[in-house]
């Protein structure tokens, strides 16, 4: 796997990190508020600026709201909680270390949540070393790779989101589907892969491209484009005309990135569908594109669940449109969700000093959240995949709608044939 050369750093400027952070959290003492209460402070590691600053609000304002409802209702007896939030940035090396520096000098921070800190996860090692409950979403290869190893070595530290397996498999058996319950046809079998130069979205596509490949796909374009701000993806959609695919898969997961190749790739449109890795899922992607966006998929894993059945998806994501005006994507769900799961585990230990208990109590979690039954898979502190846990979701954008079409034990519609296609055949 390629890896962002900007994640790299010496041992020695991780212990000197290491030995103040520890010093800053051992030495914080209880603060009360005003009402004697136990403060107690709820850190967001979340990219505030630059090119992903959509996903950095939407994860602030998660655990903004899951704390207000928490002090307005006296969730945990005797603690009022704050959020205190550090700027990721770029996701580099330099920018996350900074950004947990700058929380572990918080008194009463006793907790430390993320959708994503950095396109490695290099500082789970650090929340271990630090004894810091440390819930976090993303880059499930990452997280898996690290923990299984000694997965004792890492007793605070625990995924929101489960194994990314799903991602690298689940698109060939639906595309599969699709020709089974739809007039699509995919006479070809011919793929195009376009991925970013970043541990997330490589890991996606090497994945992808095995199981296109076992399935009898033909790659007909194979494309890396350097991480970061895409402004221009002509060049390669002009080569994609040349010998248009049945099907155009991007794991570029930036939204802005996400939504210009979609814009001009709708300046001609080939008959092929469209797959985008996640960035569909940001409400950005849809004020960016409009109505350039129907008929787009893309599939998710820790979504929000909207069923009759589980009606805790639907429940969240209204009391996030109604506390911020606007639609939560994952993070937003993710974050108020780690939370609340923090909380749990406070209830039950009931001192936020005890970190080592406070995350043995997070990994025996088993509740009904808003994306699934969370469990964690004690060998990789992954929360658990499938249907009966955190299920893979494939949705279709349609007039600035989002349709769930699979699984279909949770859909919403049924697939439909992009507007583009249809004008095609």
């Known amino acids: 796997m390629k890896q962002n050369s900007k994640m790299t750093m010496g041992a020695p400027s991780r212990r000197l990190l290491l030995a103040s952070a520890c010093a800053t959290v051992a030495l914080a003492g209880p603060t009360a508020s005003l009402a004697g209460e136990q ?64 929380l572990s000098r918080q008194s009463d921070l006793h907790v430390i949540v ?39 070595a890492y007793p605070t530290v625990w995924s929101y989101t489960p194994s990314y397996d799903a991602y690298e498999t689940a698109l060939p058996p639906v595309l599969d589907q699709i020709e089974e319950t739809s007039d699509l046809s ?84 080939t008959n092929s569908l469209m797959f985008i890795q996640y960035a569909p899922s940001v409400p950005e992607f849809l004020e960016l594109t409009r109505d350039d966006s129907t008929g787009v998929i893309y599939n998710m894993l820790g979504a929000p669940v909207v069923t009759e059945e589980q009606p805790r998806g639907l429940e969240v994501l209204d009391a996030f449109e109604a506390r911020w005006g606007t639609e939560s994507g994952m993070y937003g769900v993710a974050l108020y969700e780690m939370t609340h799961v923090y909380f749990d585990a406070l209830e039950k230990v009931g001192d936020p000093a005890d970190h080592l208990a406070i995350g043995e109590a997070i990994g025996q979690t088993d509740k009904q959240t808003a994306s699934g039954r969370l469990v964690f898979d004690q060998e990789t502190h992954l929360a658990k995949q499938g249907n009966d846990y955190f299920p893979i979701q494939f949705i279709q954008i349609w007039d600035g709608e989002r349709t769930l079409f699979y699984p279909e034990e949770y859909a919403a519609e049924d697939f439909r044939i992009p507007p583009w296609m249809s004008a095609a055949e």
Do not use: C, H
């Not at 590691?45 to 939407?58: H, M, R």
């Not at 500082?123 to 976090?136: C, F, H, N, R």
């Not at 991925?195 to 996606?204: A, G, L, V």
């Not at 959609?237 to 248009?244: F, V």
């Open 39 to 102: 403060v107690v402070k709820v850190g967001v590691l979340a990219p505030i600026t630059g090119e992903a600053a959509a996903d950095g609000e939407e994860m602030v304002r998660g655990a903004e709201l899951a704390v207000e409802e928490a002090n307005e209702s006296g969730r945990v007896d005797g603690f009022r909680f704050e959020v205190v939030v550090g700027d990721t940035e770029d996701q580099s090396s330099a920018s996350v270390v900074s950004a947990i520096e700058r």
């Open 114 to 152: 993320t959708g994503y800190a950095s396109t490695s996860n290099f500082e789970i090692d650090y929340m271990a070393d630090m004894e810091m409950p440390y819930i976090l979403a993303a880059q499930s290869s990452q997280t898996r790779d690290i923990i299984a190893q000694d997965p004792d």
């Open 186 to 269: 995919f006479e070809d079998r011919t793929v195009a892969l376009i991925t970013s130069d970043n541990p997330y979205s490589m890991t996606i596509y090497d994945g992808l491209k095995k199981s296109f490949d076992d399935a009898g796909w033909t790659v007909t374009v194979d494309e890396t484009v350097p991480f970061g701000e895409v402004g221009d993806w002509r060049s390669t959609l002009s080569r994609i005309r040349q010998d248009p695919p049945d099907v155009i898969v991007n794991t570029d997961y930036l939204p802005g990135n996400g939504a210009r190749f979609m814009r001009q790739f709708m300046e001609n449109p």
